[in-house]
């Protein structure tokens, strides 16, 4: 691939996307439930946390598809498209837990120049936060100036 622009001609099936590492903290999550409304003491109360059967407060769910998005849309680069996006939460993640994103190429179209991708998001252990989709379409050779 080319720097920050992946062409389709570069991609192949099978193909790793690179992979993203985020450390969620508390005060991250505090600020996530903030700006999106999210008012469930989960989120931002340990002790609340605790009292539900948590062992810290959790990282939203929404912000786990806010990171696994993040890293389709670093792959994709600033001339790529993400068409199409979807995910769905598989386990828990705590602040200082360290997520990698990642994922893989599953499918080429090259009759418009997308791509699909399966993506995942794993802790530090190794387990599934959340899983996921999506469809990008890049630019080919000569497109892009």
């Not at 989709?133 to 080919?140: D, F, K, V």
Request: net charge negative; aromatic share 8%.
């Amino acid at each position: 691939m080319t720097g920050q622009t992946p062409f389709f001609e570069e991609i192949t099936v099978g193909m790793a996307l690179p992979e993203l590492t985020k450390t969620p903290t508390s005060t991250m999550l505090f600020r996530f439930s903030a700006v999106t409304w999210n008012a469930h003491r989960i989120h931002f109360d340990a002790a609340h946390a605790q009292h539900e059967g948590h062992d810290d407060i959790l990282v939203q769910a929404t912000m786990h598809g806010a990171f696994l998005l993040q890293m389709v849309k670093r792959f994709a680069g600033p001339n790529g498209q993400v068409l199409d996006f979807e995910y769905s939460n598989r386990g828990k993640a705590v602040p200082g837990d360290t997520l990698t994103l990642g994922g893989r190429v599953t499918d080429l179209d090259a009759a418009d120049a997308t791509i699909g991708c399966e993506i995942w998001e794993r802790n530090q252990e190794g387990g599934t936060c959340a899983i996921g989709a999506a469809r990008i379409r890049l630019p080919q050779r000569g497109t892009v100036r």
